[in-house]
């Protein structure tokens, strides 16, 4: 069985620090990672995707592969109170399904 | 926003009864995937649906049955509903056919459409 694991948390940060966030995968086949935003009775919205090792930075937020590891995070820098909510880690397998994560609640505390 | 469309928002039924949950995908999105997620949890992948046929399908029994439109909009149905049933339903559009398969990557999703069965 395939899967995504993330610390349900929550995760308390103050603001104006950095939140990390961490995923696994056990899916050495997969490609393609994605961090996902969602915020309580809504649906998730795309923050980043990422293919290569290394980091990709998009304003506040980075993300990191390392594919040896089959590890990927989130760092999200000047934590505000709006980043409140819950980020969920997907991967897609090699027959171009997503697997997901349960999700990590992130409170950030003014 | 998306661009992707649900419809209804919310719906209420009861034990045994059939459900259609309904989804328009975004403007040149040929894909489209439907997730059960319960409170609590991730997305669970239902099926996906490419060019009108279903192109995958998740841990569902076959209660759970789908269409995809020439235009690419989709249907999901459930029938003889159960309690265990309710949930959030999501649809998310993805873009077109690469030489390796059906391109999944970046899957944006549309609002959810929220069951409840009593």
């Known amino acids: 069985q395939k899967e995504v694991e993330q610390n349900s948390g929550p995760l308390s940060v103050p603001e104006g620090a950095i939140a990390s966030l961490n995923c696994t995968y056990s899916d050495r086949g997969s490609q393609s990672f994605f961090w996902y935003r969602q915020y309580s009775g809504k649906s998730p919205e795309l923050i980043m995707f990422i293919y290569s090792n290394g980091d990709k930075e998009d304003g506040r937020f980075t993300a990191q592969l390392n594919k040896a590891s089959q590890y990927v995070s989130l760092l999200i820098r000047d934590s505000q109170p709006s980043d409140s909510a819950t980020y969920l880690c997907a991967v897609r397998e090699s027959n171009y399904q997503l697997i997901w994560g349960a999700g990590t609640k992130l409170i950030i505390k003014p | 926003e998306t661009g992707v469309t649900q419809s209804p928002t919310h719906l209420i039924k009861t034990r045994g009864q059939q459900v259609t949950l309904r989804c328009s995908s975004q403007?040149?999105?040929?894909?489209v995937s439907w997730y059960q997620q319960a409170l609590g949890q991730g997305p669970q992948f239902i099926f996906q649906y490419y060019r009108e046929e279903e192109n995958g399908r998740g841990n569902f029994p076959p209660r759970f049955s789908g269409l995809q439109f020439p235009n690419y909009s989709s249907e999901l149905n459930v029938n003889a509903l159960e309690l265990d049933d309710s949930a959030l339903y999501l649809c998310a559009s993805s873009g077109t056919w690469t030489s390796g398969g059906p391109n999944t990557d970046t899957q944006y999703f549309g609002p959810g459409t929220r069951l409840t069965v009593l």
């Open positions: 403007s040149g999105h040929n894909t």
